[in-house]
Structure formats: C-alpha cells, structure tokens
C-alpha cells in the first residue's frame, strides 16, 4: 500500500528586530601619501636631522596633511608604510634615511651609506608598524659632516601608510 502524506506547517514571523552596526567597508579604511616633485637642495648639519620636503599630497582617507611635509593617521591600528628618496652629496660622506613616527625614527627603516661626491643613492623599503591616532610621520636624512644633499629630478622622495587592521 503506497501513501502519501503532506504536512502544512504555518510558523508566524515576528517582528524585523534593530538594524545592526555597519562593518568595515571593502578596501583600506586609512591611507595616504606625500611626495616631493620639485627636487631641491637640502643643506644638512652635522650628525643633525633634517626633513625631507614632501609638498606634494595624495588622494587620502582617514589621515591629514594639517602638519608640514608629513602624514598624520587619525585612527590606531597595524600600517603598512612606504618610502622612497633619490639623493647625491655635494662631499663624500655617509648619509642616513629614516622614516620617523612623532620625531623619533622607526628602527625597520634607518638606512645608512657612504656616498661619493655626486653620485645618485635610492633608499627605499617598507615596513609594517603599529601607529596610535594622531601619530605624525616624516622622512629625514642626516650626514657625518656638514654637506648639501640634492633630490633627484621628478618624483625624488614619497612617503605612503595604508591601515592593514
């Protein structure tokens, strides 16, 4: 004997309840950049820091440019920063670029060489950094003597962090 049975449930639906929190949008919830175009003489002092110009901006979200030549993060969280000068020497000496966080430099990206007289260095890297809101970052070099340091031509220095969380 074959039977066939269907059975009809009706369950009510009760009412929508509250509409939550938005998420995080798809993409970095922070970024921006800076950059030098204009080349330019930077007169360095012995053993002293100076920063490199950086006049130019780029399309940002969540940071600011309110202080000069650098990029200021407005929410805490793990940034992926990147940097990029091309510099000669007007003596032969030896020459170091760091990214610096609140004027202190971020040890991950010091980087020192000797330089001959005229002769083109690219110091560039990336690093990945915990920065609280509010921190501002900059580039400077320094040298063992005193000496004028050129940027290159074109894009000679550029300076970006994007929040990865």
């Not at 990029?84 to 004027?103: D, E, H, K, P, Y």
Request: proline share 4%.
């Amino acid at each position: 004997m074959n039977s066939s049975y269907s059975l009809n449930f009706v369950i009510p639906q009760g009412p929508t309840g509250p509409t939550g929190p938005i998420g995080a949008a798809n993409g970095l919830n922070a970024y921006g950049g800076r950059y030098n175009s204009t080349g330019g003489n930077i007169s360095l002092g012995i053993a002293t820091q100076s920063q490199i110009p950086l006049a130019n901006t780029m399309p940002n979200l969540n940071t600011s440019y309110a202080t000069a030549n650098s990029i200021t993060v407005n929410q805490s969280g793990i940034y992926e920063i990147n940097y990029f000068t091309n510099i000669s020497v007007t003596v032969g000496t030896t020459v170091t670029l760091a990214v610096r966080q609140n004027g202190s430099n971020i040890p991950a990206t010091v980087v020192t060489r000797a330089l001959s007289l005229g002769t083109s260095s690219i110091y560039s890297g990336s690093v990945i950094v915990s920065l609280t809101a509010g921190s501002v970052i900059d580039m400077a070099i320094s040298a063992l003597v005193s000496v004028s340091a050129t940027l290159g031509s074109g894009n000679s220095a550029n300076l970006t962090v994007k929040k990865l969380n």
